[in-house]
């Protein structure tokens, strides 16, 4: 992968500096909340549990297990959003960003929500997403380039055969037309200029 390969272009650093508001704002809500996000629906992610483990999830798949996924999927977004900023030769800053406003979140519950847990699991957890969010961003950088260069390159081709087919030499000419007919035609036309 060449530098401009992972460049990230006007366009992706717009898309990322929308969805880094939007994205700001969500984490801030859940993040802050002054009770667990989940705690009302605890009954209902429970009877989801058991229906899992009924269709063959394994039952070491429980709550804790869940919430450490969900952590990582939830800071997926962090390193994406990075990397389409900064671009993918960068990608690292991604989890870096990831990694310590993950510590950042966990230390303000700590301090000053008393209902709220901090632990050093989520910090893991949103590290490892962030991680895979850059990864996600390096790739899609790279796909949008891929794409750019395969059309360009339809486009040249597209050109280059209008120019020769638009090009004065490249006119037939009547002995050309013989070079271009089949055999059979060629046979035809010699009896036919007999007669």
């Known amino acids: 992968m060449t ?3 992972l460049r990230a272009s006007r366009a992706s650093r717009t898309i990322a500096i929308v969805a880094l508001a939007l994205y700001g704002l969500a984490v801030a809500l859940v993040a802050f909340w002054p009770s667990p996000v989940d705690q009302g ?7 989801g549990l058991a229906l899992l483990h009924r269709r063959r999830v ?6 804790n297990a869940l919430e450490f996924t969900a952590n990582i999927a939830f800071f997926v977004p962090m390193g994406l959003i990075v990397v389409l900023l900064v671009g993918g030769r960068r990608w690292w800053l991604g989890v870096l960003v990831g990694m310590s406003g993950s510590v950042a979140v966990e ?3 700590h301090f000053f929500l008393p209902s709220r847990f901090a632990t050093v699991d989520d910090v893991i957890a949103n590290t490892a997403g962030a991680l895979v969010g850059s990864i ?3 790739i899609a950088l790279w796909m949008r380039r891929s794409s750019r260069v395969a059309r360009r390159r339809a486009r040249l081709q597209r050109r280059r055969s209008r120019d020769r087919l638009g090009d004065p030499s ?3 000419t009547p002995d050309d037309a013989w070079s271009d007919s089949s055999d059979g035609e060629r046979a035809h036309a010699s009896v036919m200029t007999r007669r």
């Open 136 to 138: 996600v961003g390096v």
């Open 58 to 63: 394994p039952e070491s798949f429980d709550y």
């Open 170 to 172: 490249r006119i037939s």
């Open 41 to 47: 629906a605890r009954p209902l992610i429970n009877r």
């Open 107 to 109: 230390l303000g519950q």
């Open 3 to 5: 530098r401009a390969t």
